[in-house]
């Protein structure tokens, strides 16, 4: 279970709901830029740190090892990902760098970011970082209370 932020093409028309719908059904082998990629990952450290790079045929993938903060590139999409291993002032803090790296691949790839678990865009998301670490909390205290052993509640 993890935190998520997703970037895909999206009109000022158009609904997330549509947005991620028809990213979901635009199912593409192109291979993403490899300028794009190495923009990211420049961005990426200047945020994070040191982190570990993967390349795959139809994507890209980073991955910072202290944090578990994961990055995924495809030519049409982005994804930043990591698990609720956090609470409290840790929680706020990664909250603050997954939003910073949402910014990054906003600015580098063009695609606008959202936070589904709060049903926000990037863009608004990022000046109520309270939210998602309220969610990172509740999530951490569930663990707790089903005996399910995280960083967070070990």
Same mark, same amino acid.
Request: aromatic letters at 10%.
């Given at each position: 279970?993890?935190?998520?932020?997703?970037?895909?093409?999206?009109?000022?028309?158009?609904?997330?709901?549509?947005?991620?719908?028809?990213?979901?059904?635009?199912?593409? *082998?192109?291979?993403?830029?490899?300028?794009?990629?190495? !923009? /990211?990952?420049? &961005?990426?450290?200047? +945020?994070? %740190?040191?982190?570990?790079?993967?390349?795959?045929?139809?994507?890209?993938?980073?991955?910072?090892?202290?944090?578990?903060?994961?990055?995924?590139?495809?030519?049409?999409?982005?994804?930043?990902?990591?698990?609720?291993?956090?609470?409290?002032? *840790?929680?706020?803090?990664?909250?603050?760098?997954?939003? !910073? /790296?949402?910014? &990054?691949?906003?600015? +580098?790839? %063009?695609?606008?970011?959202?936070?589904?678990?709060?049903?926000?865009?990037?863009?608004?998301?990022?000046?109520?970082?309270?939210?998602?670490?309220?969610?990172?909390?509740?999530?951490?205290?569930?663990?707790?209370?089903?005996?399910?052993?995280?960083?967070?509640?070990?």
């Amino acid at each position: 279970m993890s935190y998520d932020l997703i970037f895909v093409p999206r009109r000022d028309d158009q609904s997330w709901e549509d947005a991620l719908g028809a990213a979901e059904e635009a199912d593409s *082998d192109e291979r993403p830029s490899g300028e794009t990629w190495a !923009r /990211l990952v420049v &961005a990426a450290r200047q +945020v994070l %740190g040191e982190v570990s790079v993967f390349e795959g045929a139809h994507n890209y993938e980073l991955t910072h090892e202290s944090t578990g903060i994961q990055l995924s590139y495809y030519a049409k999409e982005a994804g930043i990902t990591v698990p609720y291993w956090y609470r409290g002032e *840790d929680a706020k803090a990664i909250v603050t760098a997954v939003y !910073r /790296l949402g910014e &990054a691949v906003q600015a +580098v790839t %063009g695609l606008p970011g959202y936070d589904p678990q709060l049903d926000l865009p990037l863009s608004d998301a990022v000046t109520q970082p309270e939210l998602a670490v309220r969610i990172f909390d509740h999530v951490a205290t569930s663990f707790a209370k089903r005996g399910i052993s995280s960083p967070s509640n070990g």
